[in-house]
T-cell receptor, first 112, second 114 residues
């Protein structure tokens, strides 16, 4: 079945460590996105990519980094520079143009 | 800048009652509008979308939404709710050409009383 796979579902890290969240899609979508969700704040865009080897910052990119070496994959690294990394992270993908985004099941990151 | 406001943080309705969830947006051009639903600890599922054309949009699970340009609103409705509709609902506006960057509202949590 086609879809978006995020792994792991739960992730625990010590403060000061970098951590990478995985996102893979087999929908043949060109565009991919990372959102952060905090209680009562909806979702906020971290980074997005419209094509392989290219990506742009979203509204809250500070403390995060991404890569897009393959069409299917868009990993997100939460660096030690991110001041409040504990959150629910959602990956999404879409065709280019005016179409809807499809979401993965999310990764809950807890930094202790 | 684009923005979305969902005025109701939490709504409780009885099973079988009608439902309306409010959404107001701010966007300079013709908006692309979406409603998503999220169960606890899960990703988001698209309920319906508006790009152009008929302002009354039908979605999955018996939901519909009406785009009203004059009121900058895109309210979600369902004639009769089921216990399984309990979830969080997000309204979003699509911004940017080519990439569907979404700007989300804060969400409305729906509780269903038996």
């Amino acid at each position: 079945d086609g879809g978006i796979t995020q792994s792991p579902k739960y992730l625990f890290r010590k403060e000061g460590q970098n951590v990478t969240l995985s996102c893979e899609q087999n929908l043949n979508h060109d565009a991919m996105y990372w959102y952060r969700q905090d209680p009562g704040q909806g979702l906020r865009l971290i980074y997005y990519s419209q094509i392989v080897n290219d990506f742009q910052k979203g509204d809250i990119a500070e403390g995060y980094s991404v890569s897009r070496e393959k069409k299917e994959s868009f990993p997100l690294t939460v660096t030690s520079a991110q001041k409040n990394p504990t959150a629910f992270y959602l990956c999404a993908s879409s065709k280019t143009g005016n179409t809807e985004a499809f979401f993965g099941q999310g990764t809950r990151l807890t930094v202790v | 800048a684009q923005s979305v406001t969902q005025p109701d943080i939490h709504i409780t309705v009885s099973e079988g009652a009608s439902l309306e969830l409010r959404c107001n947006y701010s966007y300079g051009a013709t908006p692309y509008l979406f409603w998503y639903v999220q169960s606890p600890g899960q990703g988001l599922q698209l309920l319906l979308k508006y790009f152009s054309g008929d302002t009354l949009v039908q979605g999955i699970k018996g939901f519909e939404a009406e785009f009203k340009r004059s009121q900058s609103s895109f309210n979600l409705r369902k004639p009769s709710v089921h216990w399984s509709d309990a979830a969080e609902y997000f309204c979003a506006v699509g911004a940017g050409q080519g990439a569907q960057k979404l700007v989300f509202g804060q969400g409305t949590r729906l509780t269903i009383n038996p």
